[in-house]
């Protein structure tokens, strides 16, 4: 939606505990602040939702555009959210479903609300299913916390680890059987892992570690690697992006080959990113 249609939602949301008018009555929204990835400042989206529980469930449809929305790579490096619901608001953190999970869940929304099936059939992406997890009142950590920061740094590194996992598997099964279906799932699979690898980054390049290099100049050396290892797995994804786009003309062996690289060089740099980032921002919190 244009910016300033979703600003006239938003103040009719709120001047109105949640009860939209015109086109919108009787629809049933709430509104999502997320944190931008880059800049750092809070960006509200009106979304429609399906409750699962005690969690809220989300769809990064777009209207079935090709690229993610916002509110989607935000939360990809801010995970803690607000939530507004009429009159209720809260703090949540919004965790991005992967894998089986991601389509059951999905199945659960078209159940309730069919015409995301449509935003699917209208782009090769996958549509991102998101789970918001209310955060109670008395253990919400402020997100401008350090200490809240580098779990949250760990959280995102654990997903992208379990995204390597489901993306091997997926190349095993298609190498082992040869499924068309399956190459086109990869390939939905792969642009979800590298969008959220590219605004992940990028949120650190642009505002963590230039705050905490000037924090701690004497780690200037640390920034620098993790700067470069950033620019060498940009290249390693556009590879395996041209590679999975071939994969009906090129050897199963060629991509299981790159894909471990990858694997490698990722794990490794997760690895070390939590040894010196977390400590530094565990000390700044103190």
Same mark, same amino acid.
């Given at each position: 939606?244009?910016?300033h249609f979703?600003a006239r939602?938003? /103040?009719e949301?709120r001047?109105?505990? $949640?009860?939209?008018g015109g086109?919108f009555?009787g629809?049933v929204?709430?509104?999502?602040?997320t944190t931008? +990835?880059?800049?750092?400042a809070?960006?509200?989206?009106? &979304?429609g %939702? *399906?409750?699962?529980?005690?969690?809220i469930?989300? *769809?990064g449809s @777009?209207?079935?555009?090709?690229?993610h929305? /916002?509110?989607?790579?935000?939360?990809?490096?801010?995970?803690?959210v !607000?939530v507004e619901?009429? !009159?209720?608001t809260?703090?949540?953190?919004a965790?991005?479903?992967t $894998? +089986?999970e991601?389509?059951e869940?999905? +199945?659960k929304?078209?159940a309730?609300?069919?015409?995301?099936a449509d935003? =699917?059939?209208a782009?090769?992406r996958?549509?991102?299913v998101?789970?918001?997890?209310?955060?109670p009142?008395d253990?919400?950590?402020p997100?401008d916390?350090?200490?809240?920061?580098?779990?949250?740094?760990v959280?995102?590194?654990d997903?992208?680890r379990?995204?390597? *996992?489901?993306?091997?598997e $997926?190349?095993?099964?298609?190498t082992a059987t040869g499924?068309p /279906?399956? !190459? *086109?799932e990869l390939r939905?699979h792969?642009?979800?892992?590298?969008s959220?690898?590219?605004?992940?980054h990028g949120g650190?390049d @642009?505002g &963590? %570690?230039?705050?905490?290099?000037?924090?701690f100049?004497e780690?200037a050396g640390?920034?620098?690697?993790?700067?470069?290892?950033h620019g060498t797995v940009?290249?390693i994804?556009d590879?395996? !992006? $041209?590679?999975?786009a071939?994969l009906d003309?090129?050897?199963p062996e =060629?991509?299981?080959?790159?894909f471990?690289r990858?694997?490698?060089?990722l794990?490794e740099h997760f690895?070390?990113?939590?040894? =010196?980032v977390?400590?530094? &921002?565990r000390? &700044?919190?103190t």
């Amino acid at each position: 939606m244009p910016l300033h249609f979703n600003a006239r939602i938003i /103040d009719e949301f709120r001047t109105t505990a $949640g009860r939209l008018g015109g086109p919108f009555e009787g629809w049933v929204l709430l509104l999502l602040t997320t944190t931008g +990835a880059r800049s750092g400042a809070p960006h509200t989206t009106p &979304l429609g %939702f *399906v409750p699962d529980g005690e969690r809220i469930l989300v *769809v990064g449809s @777009a209207g079935g555009s090709d690229r993610h929305p /916002d509110w989607y790579r935000n939360i990809l490096v801010n995970p803690t959210v !607000t939530v507004e619901t009429g !009159t209720d608001t809260w703090q949540a953190t919004a965790v991005a479903a992967t $894998g +089986a999970e991601r389509d059951e869940l999905f +199945a659960k929304v078209v159940a309730d609300a069919p015409g995301y099936a449509d935003y =699917q059939r209208a782009t090769d992406r996958i549509l991102p299913v998101v789970a918001l997890h209310r955060i109670p009142e008395d253990t919400y950590t402020p997100p401008d916390r350090l200490d809240a920061l580098a779990d949250e740094l760990v959280k995102i590194h654990d997903w992208l680890r379990a995204e390597l *996992v489901s993306l091997r598997e $997926g190349i095993g099964a298609r190498t082992a059987t040869g499924a068309p /279906d399956l !190459t *086109v799932e990869l390939r939905r699979h792969c642009l979800t892992f590298c969008s959220a690898m590219a605004v992940h980054h990028g949120g650190e390049d @642009a505002g &963590l %570690f230039p705050y905490l290099a000037r924090e701690f100049p004497e780690k200037a050396g640390t920034f620098e690697r993790l700067h470069a290892e950033h620019g060498t797995v940009a290249r390693i994804l556009d590879e395996l !992006t $041209g590679l999975l786009a071939r994969l009906d003309e090129i050897a199963p062996e =060629q991509v299981r080959a790159e894909f471990d690289r990858l694997h490698t060089e990722l794990v490794e740099h997760f690895a070390y990113e939590e040894e =010196q980032v977390v400590p530094l &921002l565990r000390t &700044l919190a103190t």
